[in-house]
C-alpha cells in the first residue's frame, strides 16, 4: 500500500473500497444485460406491464420486465443480486459435471467471497454453507443463497420497482396489445 493510503483513517479506506466495488460492478457489462440493449425501441404492452404486478416470477419471465428491474436494480447498486441469481441458473444447467468446479469458484470469487467485487448480502450461515458446498462443487452448490438473494429481491427490491417512478412511467407510456384494442373496439360496438 502507498504511504499516503496507509496514513488515512479505516473508515476512508473501507468506504474507497465500497466505491470501487460499486463503480466497478457499474462499468462490468454482464452478458445477460446485453440482451436488454437488444430489445431495442420496442416497448412492452400495456398487458404486460401490468402483469408484472402479479408475481416476482411473472416479471422475471417477461424479456421487459427482466430489463426494467434490472435498470432498476442498478439505480440502487444492487444489481448483483440478479446478476447472482441468473449466474446460479446457469451454473445449476451445466451438463457438463467437470465445468462445474471452475464456475462455482468463478461465481464464488465474484459474488460470495471476501474480496468479491460484486458481493451479495447474505447472512454468515448461507456463506459459511456455501462455502462448505465449494468442497465439492455439485449442481445445488449455490441453492441456499440463491434462494435467499432470491427472496430478499421478491420481498424488498421487488415491490419498490412496483412503487417506483420508473415502473409507473412504464405503464403510463405503454399501449395496450392490438388483440386488447380490436377486443376493446368489438365490445364497444355491442
Known sequence: MCKGLASLPTCCLERAKELKARLGSILQKPSWTLS????????????????????????????????????????????????????????????????????????????????APREINIDHETRDITKANMQAPSPSTFDQAQYKIYMLMAKDCYPRFLRSPAYRDLVCQAKPSTKATKQSQQEKKV
Open 36 to 115: 436488454c440493449s437488444k430489445i431495442g425501441k420496442n416497448k412492452p404492452t400495456l398487458e404486460e406491464c401490468l402483469r408484472w404486478k402479479e408475481s416476482f416470477e411473472k416479471l422475471l419471465c417477461s424479456k421487459y420486465g427482466l430489463c426494467a428491474f434490472t435498470t432498476f436494480l442498478i439505480t440502487e447498486f444492487s444489481e448483483e443480486n440478479i446478476a447472482f441469481y441468473f449466474a446460479c441458473e446457469d451454473y445449476r444447467r451445466t451438463k457438463c459435471a467437470a465445468k462445474l468446479p471452475a464456475k462455482a469458484q468463478k461465481i464464488y470469487d465474484e459474488f460470495i467471497g471476501s474480496e
